[in-house]
């Protein structure tokens, strides 16, 4: 099966980012594909590079950020969402007049588009969010 | 644009304003409707407010997005299934949704309205026919 | 072409259980996730409302959700099956498609 996961909400506040990361290692160790993961509402503020929890708790960003490079998974977030809640590339940063960006490895920055076309391109669309 | 065509269903469940998600699902439908796909939408639960006529959010201090919902036409978006049943529960009728249409060029570009008021059962069977549901 | 409705909320704190509930058809399977998984929990104001489904409907349970909120498997409701994360994966692969009810 080749997956396209939604994930609307973000980490530590939700469940969603948690349940959709066990869904996927669970999905991986079966020998499915992740096509891709959307990351959209608050779900963009996975990708942020700046969360420091506890240290005796999870990093979800790292937890995402090390799927990417271990299995190659696209982790995209939405850029309209992403630009209302203040996550930013490089790129957009200097597009948009500020003085950082905040995106952790592994992530990219695109459209609404990449949702759909996940949508289309899979065998199956998981949602997690609230 | 060679591509599969898949039926997509956006379930709409919450009331606007409180929460985001009515304002970017509604993003997310419109950048949908480039795909060149099947499209409806559906407004359940308190997701029927989204489509009440007479928003005025100037008290709240907020973007009043109601009136995107009236050019989904123009983007062939032609199917918005609003729950009889949700409506009753909350006291409303089809009276106090927003009147939205579309012009059907089949059909010498008559206006057609966009809104169709279905039974729970219908839009069950609906849902079930779906390729891809979208909850946000 | 059967569905697998996820729901991921209590039912005694949004009405996603009910709504699913609704909307689900014959031969359709539920998933009860994250806050949802309190729905399987026995003897709740609810259990009936979930046993009427069982009829023609298969309803599981995320184990390890259940386990986190301090349930173990013989609180579960009779007939609503334990799966973990990898049985979550089949349930989407078994089932045509998902549907998410937050």
Known sequence: ?130 | MDMTTKTFMYVNRKAPYGTVYALETLEVVLIAAAFEQDVSLAFIDDGVYQIAKGQDTKGIGMKNFSATFKALGDYDITKLYVERESLAERGLTEDDLMPITYEDADDDWAEKPSVQVISRAELAVIMSEQDVTLSF | MAMLHIVNKSPFERNALRSCLGHALAGDSILLIEDGAVGAVAGSSIAAELKAAMADKSVYVLGPDLAARGMKADRVIEGVNIVDYAGFVDLTAENDKTQSWL
């Open chain 1, 1 to 130: 099966m080749k997956y396209t996961i939604l994930v609307n909400e973000g980490p530590y506040q939700h469940q969603a980012a948690d349940t959709a990361l066990q869904f996927i290692r669970a999905a991986l160790a079966k020998g499915h594909e992740i096509f891709r993961v959307f990351f959209y509402h608050d779900g963009v503020n996975n990708g942020s590079r700046l969360s420091v929890p506890p240290k005796d708790d999870r990093l979800i960003q790292k937890a995402w950020s090390e799927l990417a490079e271990q299995h190659g998974i696209d982790l995209v977030i939405c850029i309209a969402a992403a630009q209302r809640r203040g996550l930013m590339d490089a790129d957009e940063a200097k597009r948009q007049n500020l003085d950082a960006n905040n995106i952790a490895p592994g992530f990219r920055i695109s459209g609404l588009g990449q949702l759909i076309e996940g949508a289309i391109q899979s065998d199956r669309t998981i949602v997690f969010g609230d």
